[in-house]
């Protein structure tokens, strides 16, 4: 069999780091952070232990990441729906209730991405929350910010300050109290954005996240052979590792360290095939 090419080769890498962000949604807002393993996120987007390990150094980072690209991508869909607006003040609106709405509609998710953000690593830069950060950075400005750099981490802090309360166990704040202080401090009249007695896009009961995620199945244009989607490989290639190696399932790549998956736990380390010397210590896996 022909090998496939260098383009076919990149974007099975890149829809096989899709598959895993996805996953890391789909699953933590279904059973909480504590409750998912990197082995669970792994089988889900049909990936073998090891390539979750050469994308993210840990379960931490790859929640974060796969959490900011719901809220980016979120926000990007209620900014560009239609109608299309320049409005500054109805695209404030529409940012505000998205967000906002996160924090309705998948209140377990959100939660446990909250309090990642009070642990000890704290919040993670990526590329992901980098996107948002320019999301709400324009918004700031359309809105008519003369001092976009200081009104943007406010807008950011007052969100993130809304998402917590709104989700505080035993004492939450109903998510239309916290949208009229919102509409009241950036001006914005309350029949903008999408009122809480309207059911915009991607609201209550949307559980496909599909549309967020590039997972679809690609075909090698030199050999005509289609790629399997849950598992990025072609019919007679059991695991793709991220160089377009065929590797064991439970390797981990950045570390040379065999893993279980049953557990996450590391095995006995195996020996470096890039020093040929046993690495020094198995990657962090807790939650």
């Given amino acids: 069999m022909s090998p496939r090419s260098a383009s076919v080769n990149e974007e099975l890498r890149r829809r096989s ?35 979750v390990s050469y994308y993210f150094p840990g379960k931490r980072q790859l ?4 959490v900011h690209r719901l809220m980016h991508r979120t926000l990007e869909e209620a900014l560009e729906r239609e ?43 990526c590329p992901e929350q980098r996107r948002l950060a320019e999301l709400l950075r324009d918004t700031v400005a359309r ?7 200081s009104d943007y981490p406010m807008l950011r802090a007052l969100l993130m300050g809304a998402v917590y309360a709104a989700l505080v166990p035993g004492v939450p704040m109903p998510v239309p109290v916290l949208r009229a202080e919102l509409f009241k401090r950036y001006r914005l009249d309350w029949e903008l954005g999408v009122p809480p ?18 997972t679809g199945t690609p075909t090698d244009q030199a050999t005509g052979t289609p790629t399997d989607q849950a598992t990025g490989t072609s019919a007679d290639q059991e695991t793709e590792h991220p160089t377009g190696t065929p590797t064991a399932p439970a390797t ?6 065999l893993t279980d998956r049953a557990t996450d736990s590391p095995t006995d380390p195996t020996t470096d095939h890039a020093t040929g010397t046993a690495p020094g210590r198995a990657p962090e896996v807790q939650p």
């Fill in 83 to 125: 109608p299309r607006t320049e409005d500054g003040r109805e695209r404030m609106a529409r940012a505000i209730d998205a967000i906002l709405g996160l924090a309705r509609d998948r209140p377990v998710l959100m939660r446990q991405h909250m309090a990642g953000l009070l642990q000890a690593e704290g919040f993670v830069p």
């Fill in 17 to 51: 780091k899709e598959r895993l962000l996805q996953a890391a949604v789909e699953l933590v807002g279904e059973r909480g952070f504590e409750a998912t393993t990197l082995g669970d996120i792994a089988d889900r987007a049909g990936s073998a232990r090891g390539l």
């Fill in 197 to 214: 007695d309207t059911e915009g896009p991607g609201g209550r009961g949307d559980t496909d996240l599909s549309r967020f995620f590039a």
């Fill in 143 to 149: 809105h008519g910010s003369r001092d976009v750099d």
């Fill in 252 to 257: 981990d790549y950045a570390t040379g360290t």
């Fill in 63 to 66: 929640v974060q990441s796969a």
